[in-house]
Every structure is written in structure tokens, then in C-alpha cells.
């Protein structure tokens, strides 16, 4: 990061999510690039990143977004205008998948079941395509909790469960098996599914390769993705969705924290104003390390600490860190890689107050897009 930006941070109230808009346009220029090559239409996938402040930017470069229920799909509708609209969630309440018929383009259900109890309501819309999620019972994910096709799975159906008879008004197929991963992995998963289902492709409309494409990662082989996407479409004459929510926003946040003390217990420990528990939960879900500017491994560089919340839970660590000169109280530190999977996953347990929510402006100033405080708390229980 230059010097420039890094200063505008540091002098950023903490804790404070820092949304870094060239780094966004840098990967919508890629996803872009994508739709160009290939005709497909690219949806920001909102689970991973809501941060609707952004939706009028991301929208001058991809077709629209995904969501996985009612409320994600009504942010898109009011925040995103003009672009498309798709949904997916593992079951509809009557309810909502009412109002989701006034706001989607493409609504796409997770079971059999869930189209035939939908099907009449769904028929009398002509202007929205109806879709089924697929389980191919392939995928090279090897955390269970973000393996879509692990054991007795509920997520998609699968070759055994198919009903080919229950078709009619079905325009797409659906599949989301990846997470973080690259194009060599998207070319063994379709191969799988179209030796399961390839057959009733050429019935569809499109089919949707879903997220988990690690698109704008710097090693990602986009020429090898454009190339999978342009396959599908030639032979089975469909129209190809991807929806990405990661690639949309990654490396383009940071979370800027301050030192609140330094005590010890065998070690060096340093306890700063943001938590693991609260702010970044991948942290204790996926789990992962978080990378903090300037900072190595433990033991790596002269001073090791371990950095914990403010909170009472015990497990509430981010990791351990070394660096060059000891952490002083007051000192801030400086977590990337933090717009994805944060906003959109944080709670106030313990009371804890959210990080206000901070653009990076091209021009490397900041503006301020939401502050919280003990209402957000409070209002919620
Ligand atoms: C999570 C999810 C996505 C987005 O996944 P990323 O890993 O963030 O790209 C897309 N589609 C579906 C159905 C999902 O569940």
C-alpha cells in the first residue's frame, strides 16, 4: 500500500472496516473482461459482500447480483436499479417467495419439492425464469462446513433425486461446489456434471456455474475460465451465469484496529478494540490467519504477541504476530483482505461496539458511509 493511503487509515477512528474502491474497480475490470470474452453475465454474489454503497460502481461493470433470500434480494432492488436480480435459497416460506415474484429475474429453487409447491403461483409470471440447484456429488473442498457436497448434503439435488418428468417451466440448472478455487477445478466439476446431467442442458435456457471462483486472485487462470464458460455455451446453446461474491471484493478492505493493552502470560499478549468473534468470524469459522501489515509469523521478526479481543470469550484470539518494534498502547495495526465475509457476518456479543464502515477513495482520501453505536446493539434485542 502506498504511503499516502496507509496514513489515511492510521488516522482513522478505530475499530473501522476500510472499503478500498480502486482495489474494487481493479477486479471489476477482470470480471468484466470476463463478460466481454464469453457473453456470460457475472452476478456480485451478496453474501459476501453488502456493502450497497458500492452497487451503483459495481453495477457499471457486471449484470447484477445474486442473493440467498428475501432481504439480500430487496437490497439489490433498491440499491442496485436496473440490473438483474437472482435468487437462490434452500426453501422459500410462502411469504416471501411472494415478494420475491415482484423483484427477481430468476428465482431458483433447491428441491422438487420446492418447485411443485411453488410451480402454479410461479407459471402465472412469465417474465421470470425458474431454476433447480444441482448436487453432482463432486467437489475438492475439504472443510465440511463449506462443502456444499458433502455427506447427506441439503444443498442441491441430486442425480438419484432428479425428476425429468417435472421439467416443464424450468428454464436453468444451477450448481455452487467450489469455494476459493480455480478454474482447473471448475473444468473437473463440469465435466462431472455433464456426464450426470448433460443430457437435459440441452432443454435449458442457462445454466449457473455459481460462486466460489477465486476469479481475481493474481494466479486465477481467467483465459481457462473464459474458455470453460464458452464450452458450455457452444454446445449446449445456453446462456452462462457466474456469481462470484469473494472475487468481487477481495484484497479491497482492510480492518484498522488500536492497541488497548499489552499484559503476559508466558507470552506477549495484546489486546486491541476489534474480535475475532464479532468482527471477523471466518477467523474462528474457517478458520484462517488474518495478514496485518508490516507483521511476520511469530518468532519471525524481534517482537511476538498474540493478539486477542476485548471480549470474555476465551477463544477469541485473531493469532500471533511478530514484528519489528514492540506494540505500544494506542498503536493501530492494520488487517487486510477484510471486506469480504466481515460486514455482512458481524454481531455486537459482549456488547461490543460494530466498526464504523470507511470508503478509500481512488484519490486516497476516506469518507465516512456508517457509524454504529448502542442503538445497532441494542435495537436488536
Ligand atoms: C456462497 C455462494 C456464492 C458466492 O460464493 P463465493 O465463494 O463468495 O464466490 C454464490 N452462489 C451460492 C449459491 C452461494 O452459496
Not at 450448481?175 to 450426470?196: N, P, S, W, Y
Not at 470474555?312 to 493501530?332: R, T, V
Request: glycine share 6%; charged share 25%; proline share 4%.
Amino acid at each position: 500500500m502506498d504511503k499516502n493511503k496507509m496514513q489515511s487509515l492510521m488516522s482513522l477512528p478505530t475499530p473501522c472496516y476500510v472499503i478500498d474502491e480502486q482495489a474494487i474497480i481493479k477486479n471489476l475490470e477482470i470480471l468484466q473482461y470476463v463478460e466481454q470474452q464469453t457473453d456470460c453475465n457475472v452476478l456480485l454474489a451478496q453474501k459476501a459482500f453488502s456493502a450497497y454503497h458500492l452497487y451503483p460502481l459495481i453495477s457499471e461493470y457486471i449484470s447484477g447480483t445474486t442473493a440467498s433470500g428475501l432481504f439480500e434480494a430487496k437490497l439489490a432492488y433498491e440499491e442496485m436499479k436496473n440490473r438483474q436480480i437472482h435468487v437462490y435459497s434452500p426453501a422459500y416460506t410462502d411469504d416471501e417467495f411472494e415478494q420475491l415474484l415482484g423483484m427477481c429475474d430468476h428465482i431458483i429453487f433447491n428441491s422438487f419439492s420446492q418447485w411443485k409447491h411453488f410451480r402454479e403461483k410461479a407459471l402465472q409470471h412469465k417474465n421470470i425464469e425458474f431454476g433447480l440447484r444441482l448436487n453432482p456429488e463432486y467437489s475438492e473442498i475439504e472443510t465440511d462446513i463449506y462443502n456444499p457436497c458433502f455427506t447427506n448434503s441439503r444443498l442441491g439435488i441430486t442425480l438419484d433425486n432428479f425428476e425429468p418428468d417435472e421439467l416443464d417451466g424450468i428454464s436453468g440448472l444451477h450448481f455452487h461446489t467450489m469455494c476459493e478455487q480455480g478454474a482447473d477445478t471448475l473444468e473437473r466439476t463440469i465435466k462431472v456434471i455433464e456426464e450426470k446431467f448433460g443430457k437435459y442442458f440441452y432443454r435449458m435456457k442457462w445454466i449457473n456455474f455459481g460462486g466460489g471462483h477465486h476469479i481475481t486472485k493474481p494466479d486465477y487462470d481467467v483465459e481457462k475460465l473464459i474458455d470453460c464458460i464458452n464450452y458450455l455455451k457452444n454446445k449446449y446453446d445456453v446462456q452462462v451465469y457466474i456469481e462470484p461474491g469473494e472475487a468481487v471484493a477481495l484484497n479491497a478492505g482492510y480492518l484498522v484496529t488500536t492497541v488497548l493493552d499489552n499484559i503476559k502470560n508466558n507470552m506477549d499478549i495484546a489486546i486491541v478494540d476489534t474480535s475475532a468473534a464479532c468482527h471477523m468470524p471466518d477467523v474462528l469459522e474457517m478458520p484462517y490467519r488474518p495478514y496485518i501489515i508490516g507483521s511476520e509469523e511469530a518468532n519471525v521478526l524481534p517482537y511476538t504477541y498474540r493478539l486477542g479481543a476485548a471480549t470474555c470469550l476465551a477463544g477469541d484470539i485473531i493469532g500471533d504476530y511478530s514484528f519489528n518494534k514492540p506494540l505500544e498502547i494506542g498503536d493501530k495495526l492494520i488487517f487486510t483482505d477484510m471486506a469480504i465475509y466481515s460486514m455482512v457476518k458481524n454481531n455486537t456479543f459482549n456488547g461490543r461496539p460494530l466498526p464504523s464502515i470507511q470508503l478509500l477513495k481512488s484519490d486516497g482520501t476516506t469518507r465516512l458511509l456508517k457509524q454504529f453505536g448502542y442503538d445497532d446493539f441494542k435495537s436488536r434485542l
